[in-house]
Each structure stands twice: as structure tokens, then as C-alpha cells.
């Protein structure tokens, strides 16, 4: 039975993978900031499995705070031994602003986020990995993290920050049997632009005329990512919506 550690694990492609994998009879430690999300996802994941022998266990943190981050694990680092996969979902944008405009807190917020959380999480999770000889590391790229756009500087960044890790990461970990793949989705409807835009009238406008990705289309590719065989390592993969061809170009239908 092996067991996958999930960041942001209380909505959009955390919560999908989780549900995803839970499928697949993985056992789960979630986590997220929120606690009843978490609870909810738990209940939701047990009532629909017969499988008796899958474990979901959810811790509530804030990926943002390094130092919480580091007393949960060494709280829990004998329970953390068990982690086979560590699949790196939190992450969040904030705000469209130019450089010039841009405020420096909402800067802050994805640096430390999806910079820091993701860096001291995978830090702190190798080790073991390394004892065991093995292990399965997805980041949570983007297709920012490739394509920098207007309004999208910092979180662009914080994306090829990502793509950057992963790569020096995969050739850190050479001859330990630990694979390490990126993931690059194209717009996906979740509550990311709810987050990024904080207007859900203008989140959902974002949306509107063409068929996005879903959290679900993502969690099926981390699952199949992970289901390779052990010698087939995705490094990465850039998925788009049909309608949406480069960082700015979509095809809309409207009315
Ligand atoms: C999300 C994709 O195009 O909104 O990472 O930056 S995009």
C-alpha cells in the first residue's frame, strides 16, 4: 500500500488527486489550512471506498508559514516515514497588475507559497526517500512556468521557479530512484481565479465560452504520471485546453 502526501489538498487538483488516488487505493495525508474542507474531503473519500485498508489522515497547515511547516514535521516525522509520493498542489496567484502597479504583500503571499512551501516540503520529505531507495516527487508547475505574460510577472516567476527546481532536483537526486516530474496545466476552471481575482463574477467570465481543464483532468494525469513503471519517469508535461493554444491565445464561443 503506499501513501501519498498531498499539499492543498482542500480544493481544485489537491482535492481531485486526492479523490483520484484514494481510487486507486492509495492511502492519503492531506493538507491544507482549512480543517472542515479537510474533515469534508476525508468522510467523502472513506464513504465511497470499500477498501478497508486505506488510511486518510489530515494535518492543517499553512504552507506559507516555514517554521509551522518545520515543527509539524518533526512532530510527526516518525508517521512521515510511510510518505512514498509527495505530490506539491498548494500554490496560488494573486492579482493581474503590471510590475509598476502590483502590490508587494500579494507578491509575498505566492513567493511564499509557492516558492517556500513547495521547497521546505520537498526538503524535509527527501531524506526518507533517499533511505528507502525510492519515491515520487510532482510539482505543480504551469504553463507559466514557461510562458511569461503581461499582469503575470511574480506568479510567472514563481512558476519557472518551479520548472527550475524540479530540473536541478531530478539530477540532485541521480541514483536514488526517486523521480521527480513536473506538471504544466493551461487554465483549469477551479477557484483559482476566484483566489487570483478575489470577484467571483469576474473569475467565472474567465471561464466563459470554451471548455476549460478540470481539476479532475489534471488528477488523472498526476495518477497516470505516478502508475508509470518504476524505470519511466515523466519529467514533465505542459497540457492545455483545446481552445487555448499559447499563455494568452483562447478560442471563445459567446454569445
Ligand atoms: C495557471 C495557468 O494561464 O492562468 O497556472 O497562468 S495561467
Known amino acids: 500500500m503506499k501513501t501519498a502526501l498531498i499539499t492543498g489538498a482542500s480544493s481544485g487538483i489537491g482535492q481531485a488527486a486526492a479523490i483520484e488516488l484514494s481510487q486507486k487505493g492509495y492511502s492519503l495525508i492531506l493538507i491544507a489550512r482549512r480543517r472542515d474542507r479537510l474533515e469534508q474531503l476525508k468522510s467523502k473519500i472513506l464513504n465511497s471506498t470499500d477498501n478497508q485498508n486505506i488510511i486518510v489522515e489530515c494535518y492543517t497547515l499553512d504552507l506559507k508559514e516555514q517554521t509551522s511547516i518545520k515543527n ?3 512532530e510527526n516525522i516518525k508517521n ?3 510518505v512514498d509520493i509527495l505530490i506539491n498542489c498548494a500554490g496560488l496567484a494573486r492579482g493581474i497588475s503590471k510590475v509598476q ?23 524535509l520529505l527527501i531524506p526518507n526517500m533517499i533511505k528507502k531507495n525510492k519515491g515520487h516527487i510532482v510539482n ?10 503581461t ?18 532536483l531530478r539530477q540532485d537526486l541521480i541514483g536514488y530512484n526517486i523521480r521527480v516530474t513536473n506538471i504544466e496545466p ?41 502508475e508509470r513503471p ?7 508535461m505542459v497540457v492545455f ?15
Open 140 to 149: 505543480l508547475g504551469s504553463i507559466a512556468g514557461r510562458w511569461s505574460y
Open 151 to 168: 499582469g503575470g510577472s511574480v506568479y510567472c516567476g514563481t512558476k519557472h521557479f518551479v520548472k527550475a527546481f524540479s530540473e536541478a
Open 80 to 82: 512521515l516515514e510511510k
Open 186 to 226: 493551461g487554465m483549469v476552471n477551479t477557484e483559482f481565479s476566484n483566489v487570483r481575482l478575489r470577484d467571483d463574477k469576474k473569475a467565472e467570465e474567465v471561464y466563459k465560452g470554451f471548455s476549460p481543464l478540470t481539476a479532475k483532468d489534471i488528477a488523472e494525469i498526476i495518477v497516470w504520471s505516478l
Open 101 to 123: 502597479d502590483s502590490n508587494l504583500l500579494d507578491w509575498n503571499e505566492m513567493i511564499e507559497t509557492n516558492i517556500n512551501g513547495l521547497i521546505t516540503m520537498t526538503r
Open 72 to 74: 509539524w514535521f518533526q
Open 241 to 255: 485546453p483545446t481552445a487555448q493554444v499559447s499563455a494568452t491565445q483562447v478560442y471563445r464561443e459567446l454569445p
Open 230 to 236: 518504476q524505470h519511466v519517469n515523466i519529467q514533465e
